[in-house]
């Protein structure tokens, strides 16, 4: 109507349903060859462009991965380095190896290679920084076995032990006479300060390394004396005539000069403690040569009848009591028998032929003795003894000696007393026939006789002596003479 044309509306179509695919055109082809011509691919989706990565994320990737690259190669070393260290040394033979004082460790290991012991310097001290060991290796003297590897060799340095020494101090030396001991002892160093005091060194043996220098040694000996003293003093007898522990030094070094066996040195310390108690002199032959030659040495010969009275702080045939100082340092042993001597009644002794000594507890028991002691000098055909007195020096007018009958057993004595005649077996200068050691014929297993006392001009015989005589014949012989060395 009116010229307008209807427009009709297009059909509705159906909602398809999500499951349901929208149905793609068909597209006709326009002839027959194109029908057979491939499509034309559609274009690739637009390339997806993704944040950049942080800076910080890739270093720590970076570093993560060098760490264990560098921690494997570590290990391959280290499995190369235990080989290699572990493996045998060049070392043909034992060596004895001296590494000096204030080495470092290249100083070590290029004195190792220039020994033979090891081959690579650098491989040491590498193995040697890797286990912690550079600061332990040790200066002296080492054994090195053969073949030792570097492993061992480290070890030596570090935990073993070095070569060791000996020096042996026998007892009854002066201090002189062991200074002079330690000077001649090529192994140590160094010089002594000073001759240390007399009794302040305890003879021993003593173990060093080479390097260590004689003062060392010194000190260890005084250390030593100070302990041992401090012990033996605390162990003493009660009643002792000994007021300290320097007194108790004094007189075991007269009972060390008197006697170097072992079993006598409590009876000769007892009857040196004995005289004490009475108030007796001392009268020790080892004290008048202490006097006379200062403790460098031994006269080498009998004491002469002037020396015998001649005074000196230290000859006890003139003073009473103790001398001022030791005239030697005593060993534990003599100490200890001063510290706990015999209990017995003896005041004289005198040598009974067969390294050893015969006790007395009266003048007239002593001078039988003596005399006994004569005649086994005489069968000997020996001459006086060294560095002793001899009897017949002491002078007969002499009114302490009391030559008339024996010295009461009780009470107070007079205060000077005969002299002690007894020889000097303990002499320090080794080697010479009236050396201790010297004497092989004496076993304490197998006591020996000697000869029964001759009576004296002018005395009865005793009651044995005619059974004696009678069979001199049955007695044993008497021991050779100690050898000459």
């Known amino acids: 109507m009116f010229g307008r044309r209807e427009t009709t509306p297009p059909p509705e179509r159906a909602p398809q349903s999500p499951s349901t ?50 921690a494997v190669a570590a290990l391959v070393a280290l499995f190369v380095l235990a080989q ?23 100083d070590i290991a290029q004195l190792l290679r220039r020994e033979g012991i090891i081959e690579q310097p650098l491989l040491f001290q590498a193995y040697a920084v890797l286990n912690r060991q550079q600061g332990r290796l040790r200066a002296g003297e080492f054994m090195f076995r053969a073949n030792a590897s570097i492993k061992e060799a480290i ?12 020096v042996t101090i026998p007892e009854g030396l002066t201090s002189f006479q062991i200074v002079e001991r330690l000077r001649q002892n090529e192994i140590l160093v160094g010089e002594i300060a000073e001759i240390p005091p007399e009794g302040s060194l305890l003879p021993d043996t003593y173990k060093f390394e080479r390097g260590m220098s004689r003062q060392q040694i010194v000190d260890l000996m005084r250390r030593s004396q100070e302990l041992v003293l401090a012990e033996i003093w605390e162990r003493r007898i009660d009643g002792l005539p ?16 008197e006697t170097g066996r072992a079993d006598e040195r409590p009876r000769v310390a007892g009857v040196f403690v004995n005289r004490l108690r009475r108030g007796m002199r001392l009268q020790s032959d080892p004290t008048i040569v202490y006097g006379l030659v ?15 009275q001649q005074p000196t702080p230290w000859n006890t045939y003139v003073i009473h009591g103790l001398p001022p100082t030791p005239i030697a340092n005593p060993g534990r042993a003599a100490m200890e028998a001063v510290a706990n001597p ?46 002793a007195v001899d009897p017949a020096d002491v ?32 002499d320090v200068s080794e080697g010479t026939p009236l050396d201790p050691l010297a004497n092989r014929s004496f076993d304490l297993d197998s006591p020996q006789r000697v000869p029964e006392l001759e009576p004296l001009p002018g005395e009865l015989p005793l009651p044995s002596a005619t059974p004696a005589a009678a069979t001199a014949a ?3 012989p008497l021991p050779p003479p100690r050898p000459a060395q």
């Open 342 to 387: 015999s209990r017995t009644n003896d005041l004289f002794f005198v040598a009974d032929g067969t390294g050893g000594h015969a006790f007395s507890e009266t003048y007239e028991q002593h001078r039988r003795a003596v005399a006994r002691w004569r005649q086994i000098e005489r069968s000997r055909g020996e001459s006086g003894p060294t560095d």
């Open 21 to 70: 695919p929208a149905e793609q055109p068909r597209i006709a082809p326009r002839s027959p060859n194109e029908a057979i011509k491939p499509q034309v691919a559609p274009p690739p989706p637009p390339r997806r462009i993704g944040r950049p990565r942080g800076g910080l994320l890739a270093t720590l990737s970076g570093l993560f991965s060098l760490l264990a690259i560098t």
């Open 395 to 426: 002078p007969e007018d002499d009114p302490a000696l009391e030559r008339q009958g024996a010295l009461p057993t009780g009470g107070p004595a007079p205060a000077a007393l005969v002299p002690v005649l007894a020889t000097n077996p303990a």
């Open 474 to 476: 049955a007695v044993p």
């Open 294 to 308: 200062g403790g460098v040495g031994t006269l080498g010969r009998g004491i002469r009848r002037s020396e015998i």
């Open 155 to 166: 070890e030596v340095l570090t935990e073993g032990h070095a070569v060791l020494y000996t």
């Open 84 to 106: 290699q260290a572990n493996a045998p040394g060049p070392l043909t033979e034992d060596r004895v190896l001296v590494v000096p004082r204030n080495s470092g460790m290249g």
């Open 242 to 257: 000994l007021e300290s522990p320097e007194e108790l030094v004094i007189l075991a070094s007269i009972v060390e000069r």
